[in-house]
Nanobody
Framework: QAPLVESGGGLVQPGGSLTLSCAAS????????MDWYRQAPGKQRELVAT??????NYADFVKDRFTIYRDNAKNTVYLQMNSLKSEDTAVYYC????????????WGQGTQVTVSS
């Protein structure tokens, strides 16, 4: 089973909401810094939100609209996205950071989010 599996993407109208899920296996999300990134067509992958040691950080372009949180019992990280805009259209990726050089980082397969009327 892949270490990270995203789900929850889809087509939504501007102003709508979606919640993305990232189910982890083989490690505990409580131990690692977990991120959500996104990549729009023709653009570089960019950091959207981070959950680290109980605190969260957000890119300016999603502040007050997106929320990253986790369910420890389900070993899953979520990205709640509200007030979606057309410019939020992208493939969203879940990412596990390394604890050190001996460790591995993981990327999910990505889930497409399309914001369009």
């Amino acid at each position: 089973q892949a270490p990270l599996v995203e789900s929850g993407g889809g087509l939504v109208q501007p102003g709508g909401s979606l919640t993305l899920s990232c189910a982890a296996s083989g490690f505990a999300v409580t131990i690692y810094t977990m991120d959500w990134y996104r990549q729009a067509p023709g653009k570089q992958r960019e950091l959207v939100a981070t959950f680290a040691r109980g605190s969260t950080n957000y890119a300016d372009f999603v502040k007050d609209r997106f929320t990253i949180y986790r369910d420890n019992a389900k070993n899953t990280v979520y990205l709640q996205m509200n007030s979606l805009k057309s410019e939020d259209t992208a493939v969203y990726y879940c990412h596990k950071n390394k604890l050190g050089p001996w460790d591995k980082e993981y990327w999910g397969q990505g889930t497409q989010v399309t914001v369009s009327s």
